[in-house]
């Protein structure tokens, strides 16, 4: 299984990024998904959640309003489109998978089995 965490880069406040997640080696519909991120010399804190089929999502409050995840099991591939950004926001962003067929929402890390590279997302003031 992988999961290729991609679309990380250089940001001013304000401005808008998309992360993307491509996965292979799993029944992608089978799974839903998470996004992380982590800050340097913090703990890794959950970002969003999307269900297997989209129906169900949830955010974290720090982000929610701003960041959409989204996805498209056509191409095995999920997203985190992130708009208005700030400083805060600035750490390295990690999906993941949880095992298969959960259905409710999870948001510890440890509920995931699954885990991508992390792509680093810097917004500058």
């Known amino acids: 299984v992988q999961l290729q965490a991609s679309g990380g880069g250089l940001v001013q406040a304000g401005g808008s990024l998309r992360l993307s997640c491509a996965a292979s080696?799993?029944?992608?519909?089978?799974?839903?998904l998470g996004w992380f991120r982590q800050a340097p010399g913090k703990e890794r804190e959950f970002v969003a959640f999307?269900?297997?089929?989209?129906?169900?999502?949830n955010y974290a409050d720090s982000v929610k309003g701003r960041f959409t995840i989204s996805r498209d099991n056509a191409k095995n591939t999920a997203y985190l489109q992130m708009n208005d950004l700030k400083s805060e926001d600035t750490a390295v962003y990690y999906c993941?998978?949880?095992?298969?067929?959960?259905?409710?929402?999870?948001?510890?890390?440890?509920?995931?089995?699954?885990w991508g590279q992390g792509t680093l997302v810097t917004v500058s003031s």
């Open positions: 999307i269900g297997r089929s989209s129906g169900s999502t």
């Open positions: 993941a998978a949880p095992f298969p067929n959960i259905r409710d929402v999870r948001t510890t890390p440890g509920d995931y089995r699954y």
């Open positions: 080696g799993l029944s992608f519909y089978l799974y839903a």
